[in-house]
Each structure stands twice: as C-alpha cells, then as structure tokens.
C-alpha cells in the first residue's frame, strides 16, 4: 500500500491524563483522513506529534517513510498546518501576509503561487484588505492558502471550520475537494460528524483512544441496530420521555429525535403507545439510516 503516513501504538500523556493512548493507523497517499470526536478525545494532540510540534512518549510516527524523530525539520518542510488558532497577522494585507509566510518558508518566487492561491480560495479581490477587517471564513480560507504556499504534501487542518458560518463552511470544503485532485493528503479534526462523512476514512476518538476506524459507509453498518427517526410535538417532552423509560440510545436533531433500537417494529409501536399516553402528539415515525453521530454515541455508552 502507499501510506503516506504510518502511526503505531503511539502514547502521550499530560501528567495522569493519558491524551493519546496507544493508537496505531495508516493513512494512504491523496487520502482525506479523519480524525473525529469530542473535544478532550485527542484529536489535535495527535496531529501536534505528527507535525513535530510536541514530543510524544512512546511509539512511531513515520511520514513520507520517514521518523519524525529523527527527520522532524526535513518533514515540516513537506507539511502543512492549519491549527485551530492559526496565526494570521492583522496589520498585514491578504497579500503581505501569504508573502510573509512564504519567506518563512524559504519560497523566493512566491507570486504565481500566491496568484493561484488566492484564485483557488476566491480571495483575489480581497488581496489587499487588511486580516484584521476579513469575515471569520476568509480568514480561514487565508490561513489555508497560508499553509499551502510551500506546496506540502500532508496537509494537517485541526477543526479549521470551528466557528464558520454554514456558507463558508460550504465553500472551504469545496477547496478541500479541489485539493484532493492535485494528491494532496488532508488530515483534518472535526467534531462535526457530519463533516466526517466526506472523509474517505475516518478514526473515532474518545479519551485517547480510537474507538472505530474505516470508511464512514463500513463503520456505519458496525451498529447492527435500526434507527428510529421521530417527529412530534412537544419535541422536549418527548426526549425526556425516551430516556427515562427506554433502554435506547436518544438524540435530539432540531424538530425530530432518534432512537437507535433493538427492533424497528416492535420498538416504534412501543414508543409510539408510550408517546401517546403522555400526551406528546406524533407526525411520523420511520427507520432512517444510521448516522456516524448515531454508531458514535452508540460506541461509546459505557465507554
């Protein structure tokens, strides 16, 4: 296989608490990898070790078939990094700040990149505006172009649409798409599952460990239960009702709820009499397909 990236038995810890706790996986050459859960899983200490940015305590970490213990200067010269809080410089025009991290990476002839970039992110008419007076999203889409002006080969994002508006949101994905068709391997955190599933393969983490890992299609079908998805009125007391009297796994999405359960006939006429009896008046009850939000909670009851 062509791995780009190797990880095994990796282990960090920060005093008692065990960050990243033996986690081992692969990521292929043009790939784009997901590492997806909540905060505190150990999604961006994972992605700090692999950038060099911190010491890890045991294990390897191969990139490009190289040990970032021993090549850790040559690899940074071939990645990219967009960290959640990536350091734009606001007194500096678009333009001034790609140039200024050009220089640090020792790119002289900068300009048609730079040029390409700004294309690329649909920035070309901001290139003179300050950082500082960029939207939340333009400013992502900066830092991006930022951290691809050397031409890396990884590129790592930790959460980089946290705090986005739905529409650049929406853009920044299709420039991640777009990067993909130049072989480009991405690297991203997220804890929006639903970001996930655009990932050709994703890891779920929870405290430090991973908990699945496959494409979000496989590791979908690994819950082996049907997915009630239910839409009633009044939706709170509904909720309350599921996970006080139901064994089920219970989420709240907006105007309707779902139920992961044992047995979509007999447990929706169950949780339709029940509904009924507190006076929670039901619009539709139906089986759904699984979510990864849905194996995720699923996976880590107990845990």
Known sequence: MN?????????????????VNGISFEVDRGEMFGLVGPDGAGKTTAIRIM?????????????MN????DNKKEIQKSIGYLSQKFSLYGDLSV????EFFAEIHNVSDYEERRNELLEFTRLIKFRDRLADRLS?????????????IHKPQILF???PTTGVDPVSRRDFWKILSNLLKEEITIIMTTPYLDEAERCNRVAMMNKGKIIALDTPRNIKKEIQKDVVEIVCNPIRTAYKILKDNF???????GDRINAVVNNYKEDSERIKISLSDSNVFVTSIRQTTPSLENVFMYKIKGF
């Open 51 to 63: 950038c060099g940015l911190i010491n890890f305590d045991s294990g390897n970490v191969s990139l």
């Open 136 to 148: 939340g999203g333009m400013r992502q889409k900066l830092a991006l172009a930022c951290s691809l």
């Open 157 to 159: 994002l930790d959460e």
């Open 95 to 98: 333009d001034e700040n790609i």
């Open 247 to 253: 064994d089920f796994d219970v989420q709240m999405f």
């Open 3 to 19: 791995h780009i990236i190797k990880i095994d038995s990796l282990y960090k810890s920060y005093s008692e608490v065990k960050a």
């Open 66 to 69: 190289k040990n970032i213990a």
